[in-house]
């Protein structure tokens, strides 16, 4: 399991890894797209105030979409736990960063989550792995696509050299996202996952 599960999936059990701080700088970023159907989300980096909006958003994934994400199942419940959502929107940056894809609709002023790109940063500084997460009503429409390349932007930003993520063998919507934005897929005989690379050329 990579480490992003396990932090996300059981923080009592979680084992800590050392992370590489992030810049300040990187909490900074803010950008609008327009998905296909024409909903428009504003990109901004995850805050502690984003809790109840969080846990709203994880009532919108499916039974599929959970196990895709984490590997197993994990109940909702368990999801939306205090001190599992404290942790996860608490980043600042410090030792990962999580962009959410946020929805205002105009007409009743509500504000929902629509998805979760994360990056933590790993010990060898030079590489990060990655996760993205759209709700079930979300997807196809573009959102997983951008909040991925956001993520490369991130780690183009910090000249990483290589960002990683792992995804089940049938997960084929994620297929074709991470095979879109350039990475490059390697079977693991022993696991059921696929390992996802992306190695990030300098820039000029």
């Known amino acids: 399991m990579s480490q992003i599960q396990e932090n996300l999936v059981d923080p009592k059990q979680a084992v800590e890894p050392t992370f590489v701080r992030w810049p300040k700088t990187a909490a900074s ?3 609008e797209f327009t998905m ?7 990109l901004r980096p995850i805050r502690p105030d984003d809790e109840l909006l969080v846990a709203e958003f994880h009532k ?3 039974d599929r979409t959970v196990y895709m994400r984490y590997f197993c199942s994990v109940s909702l419940r368990s999801r939306v736990e205090h001190e599992r959502l404290a942790r996860i929107c608490n980043v ?3 030792h990962e960063m ?4 946020e929805h205002e609709d105009k007409s009743t002023g509500r504000h ?8 933590i940063k790993l010990n060898t ?4 792995e990655v996760a993205i997460l759209v709700a079930d009503p979300y997807q196809k429409q573009g959102l997983g696509t951008e909040l991925l390349r956001c993520m490369i932007g991130i780690a183009h930003q910090h000249r990483l050299r290589r960002v990683r993520g792992e995804l089940l063998r049938d997960n084929f919507a994620m297929k074709a996202i991470i095979s879109k934005c350039g990475f490059r897929l390697a079977l693991r005989f022993d696991s059921p996952a696929i390992t996802a690379v992306l190695e990030i050329a300098p820039r000029q």
């Open 29 to 31: 970023s803010v950008s």
């Open 60 to 62: 919108a994934l499916s």
């Open 112 to 119: 929902q989550v629509l998805g979760i790109g994360r990056l």
């Open 92 to 94: 600042d940056g410090s």
């Open 98 to 101: 999580a962009l959410v894809a």
């Open 125 to 128: 500084q030079s590489e990060a």
């Open 36 to 42: 296909k159907d024409g909903t428009k989300v504003s």
